[in-house]
């Protein structure tokens, strides 16, 4: 059975860090590139950042909107995936999810891990 | 990055009958390898997104057969045959063939 489990979020007062842990199982995580996405309450599903797989050189990207504040990291012997969040702001309070993506489609996607943000 | 627009975004429906939900991108959606890279994803109240279609009409496995896709270019279409209680939810189309992958703003299909 593939799982993706999120674990590592909760309230943080602006300004604050968090760090995000995403496990995988069930599937072979390293020849996936990796994903976080996110949803703010009651909003749509927006692009965090992405950590691509070996093959394409661990590259990594970013939103515009998390550049320069948030880092994604992989570890593909411990089958996970990381958001460091720092510098935190009221807008970045949402679920984020981990995604798994093979080749132009997220395949599989967490359970989710609610950041708030908030004084 | 590639626009995405749904319509409608509230689909109000009856047990038993038809629904059908419309996704247009702002540019070809055919990669260089000819696939179209147009996804479809049901998320559940208080549920994470689920993968029902990708590549435009190719249903995932566990996916009931009354969901189909079709669509080419810019224009796909997502239906379901008789809806059931269970497909209460926001649906969501998504391109993969540019980076960023992009969202339609979803489809909130209630009975």
């Known amino acids: 059975e593939v799982r993706l489990v999120e674990s590592g979020g909760g309230l943080v007062q602006p300004g604050g860090s968090l760090r995000l842990s995403c496990r995988a199982s069930g599937f072979t995580f390293s020849d996936y590139n990796m994903d976080w996405v996110r949803q703010a309450p009651g909003k749509g599903l927006e692009w965090v950042g992405r950590?691509?797989?070996?093959?394409?050189?661990?590259?990594?990207e970013y939103a515009a909107s998390v550049k320069g504040r948030f880092s994604i990291s992989r570890d593909d012997s411990k089958s996970s995936l990381y958001l460091q969040m720092n510098s935190l702001r009221t807008e970045d309070t949402a679920v984020y999810y981990c995604?798994?993506?093979?080749?132009?489609?997220?395949?599989?996607w967490g359970q989710g891990t609610l950041v708030t943000v908030s004084s | 990055d590639i626009l995405m627009a749904q319509s409608p975004l509230s689909l109000p429906v009856t047990l038993g009958q038809p629904a059908s939900i419309s996704c247009r991108s702002s540019q070809s959606l055919v990669f260089r390898d000819g696939n179209t890279y147009l996804n479809w994803y049901q998320q559940r109240p208080g549920q994470s997104p689920r993968r029902l279609i990708y590549?435009?009409?190719n249903r995932d496995s566990g996916v009931p057969d009354r969901f189909s896709g079709s669509g080419s270019g810019t224009d796909f279409t997502l239906k379901i045959s008789r809806v059931e209680a269970e497909d209460v939810g926001v649906y969501y189309c998504m391109q993969g063939v540019q980076r960023p992958y992009t969202f339609g703003q979803g489809t909130k299909l209630e009975i």
């Open positions: 590549k435009v009409s």
């Open positions: 995604a798994g993506d093979y080749f132009g489609s997220y395949e599989f």
């Open positions: 950590n691509w797989r070996k093959v394409d050189s661990y590259t990594i």
